[in-house]
């Protein structure tokens, strides 16, 4: 059965990065389901290299401290990008995470059977996915570069460094994910078109 392209691009256009959630718990059986669609993303070799660390309750509390020291590595960069208005709602994203219930970490397992590009685009498969998931389920999403900023002390947060492959230097941080029920509706970040694409026909 076809999904129908109507439909497909109708998800791909809801999906926003979420960054202000409701106070609400998300059910164990829906964070299972959007982990379930990320496996279902196509991967390198099939490695399925792909390692989630989902982060709730006081585990998630005590994230906050570590997420507004990530703050203070990027808001120079920001602080000129962005209208002031937007700039203070992403310093309250970096301080509350939007008070998303739910954090996951994605982790990439490298080998030396794989190319290092291709174990890294395996596991932001799989993250786009988790990310359509989300929609489809009503839930929100925002993929966060911020935690690389502090990758080394987001590895013994989570006690990822304790692990042989971790030790093996086989396991690498590659983003977060703030997950809950939406308490916004951001428009749609403007798309470019300009040398985006390029044909070459003959
Ligand atoms: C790899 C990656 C890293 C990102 N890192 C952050 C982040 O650290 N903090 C944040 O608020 N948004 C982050 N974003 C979200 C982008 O800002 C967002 O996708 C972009 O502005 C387009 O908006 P949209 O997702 O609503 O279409 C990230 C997105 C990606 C794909």
Redesign the pocket.
Known sequence: MELGWESFLGLLQK???I?KFKHQEVDQSLIEKILEAGMLAPSGKNRQNWRFFVVQGQKRNEYLKYSQKTWINIKDILKDRLKPSLYEF?ER?FYTLGDAPVLIFCYSQNSPDEKYLTSIGSV?MAVENINLACVSLGLGC?????PLEIKAEVDQFLGVDQREDYKAGELQLL?GLAVGWPDHS?P??PRQTEDRIHWLNE
Do not use: N
């Not at 925002?142 to 911020?146: E, F, I, K, L, S």
């Open positions: 999906r926003r990065s960054r992403t994203f932001y925002c993929t966060m570069g911020a983003c951001p749609m970040a």
